[in-house]
């Protein structure tokens, strides 16, 4: 990194409010006035393919091919992602260099009071294999039907009335300043995606002032917790369609990590959680074979190692 630091960020709404938060932390951090740090927007697949899942098109990667590709190339010097898009197994060359403090993981219902009070047999909306399974698993007479888009495109559908109900990730509205709408759904119902509500910096592997930089706005606890989904996420070897949740918190110095796989139907799942110190990626992964020793073939044959 040479000059003044520049940020690569998709452009939605969203992406740029969390952006926008990155660069005014690095700005106060070293004193710079607001607006010394670029913010370079970059259109990613993810954003130009809106007619079909994810999992159909090639997964998490398309969120971020195009990002990693101009920090490797230097048009950039870090990146900014929502953490739960950033794929587990991440290029040796790009680092997670920090990860912003963690807030409001749950997820939330929008169009009923709780997930019993959706009305029978209603239209849900979700591109998010884990959404659907554990939907399913507590309410299997819901149809589930694809959803994407952004924020605002997920609400209009709910006005328009083309589906019932959905959900969106309480971080995402309380950026967005919509904190107000809808009901949050209670752990014990759905355990959030890995790394749901952080917003990661990635820089290059080779770059030690980009990685000074970004230490400086680390929150260690959050990254913590965060490189604990995720360790737990690569061990399971899931793909896009493998419905995966995995919720840790810091209690006491130390990890506390509870996870649950499912199939996609929603039918079967396993639940289990365990402790350990930070950055312990071998009892992380320890905790996935567990998992997957204890599941039925319904939901190990959805990954690789098991």
Same mark, same amino acid.
């Given at each position: ?108 219902? =929008?169009?009923? %009071?709780?997930?019993?009070? =959706? ?17 399913? %698993? ?24 083309? =589906? ?15 904190? &107000? ?41 959050? &990254? ?16 896009? &369609? ?31 959680? %365990? ?30 190692? %098991?």
């Amino acid at each position: 990194m040479t000059g003044t630091p520049r940020l690569g960020t998709r452009g939605s709404p969203l992406a740029m409010i969390q952006a926008r938060s990155v660069a005014a932390a690095m700005e106060a951090a070293r004193g710079w006035p607001a607006g010394h740090v670029d913010i370079v927007v970059i259109k990613t697949s993810g954003d130009r393919i809106k007619d079909r899942p994810l999992a159909e098109v090639g997964g998490k990667g398309l969120w971020t091919k195009e990002i990693d590709s101009a920090l490797l190339r230097g048009d950039v010097d870090f990146s900014v992602h929502s953490v739960k898009d950033v794929e587990a197994i991440r290029p040796d060359a790009i680092r997670l260099s920090a990860v912003m403090p963690r807030t409001d993981i749950e997820d939330i219902l =929008i169009g009923a %009071a709780s997930v019993a009070a =959706i009305r029978a047999g209603a239209i849900f909306g979700t591109s998010s294999p884990r959404r659907a399974a554990q939907m399913l %698993a507590a309410r299997p007479d819901l149809r589930i039907v694809p959803l994407r888009g952004n924020v605002e495109t997920r609400l209009n559908k709910l006005d328009a009335g083309d =589906i019932d109900a959905t959900i969106l990730s309480s971080a995402g509205l309380q950026r967005l300043g919509l904190g &107000h709408i809808g009901t949050a759904i209670p752990f014990d119902v759905m355990l959030p995606a890995p790394g749901q509500g952080a917003i990661g910096i990635e820089c290059r592997s080779d770059d030690p002032a980009a990685i000074e930089l970004a230490a400086s706005i680390d929150d260690a606890a959050s &990254h913590a917790m965060v490189l604990a989904e995720r360790a737990f996420t690569r061990a399971l070897g899931g793909s896009c &369609h493998s419905p995966v949740a995995a919720m840790a918190t810091m209690e006491d110095g130390q990890i506390q990590l509870r996870a649950e796989i499912l199939s996609e139907d929603g039918k079967e799942r396993v639940r289990d959680s %365990a402790g350990f110190a930070p950055r312990d990626d071998d009892a992380a992964a320890a905790l996935a074979r567990a998992m997957l020793d204890a599941a039925p073939p319904s939901i190990r044959t959805l990954f690789a190692n %098991a």
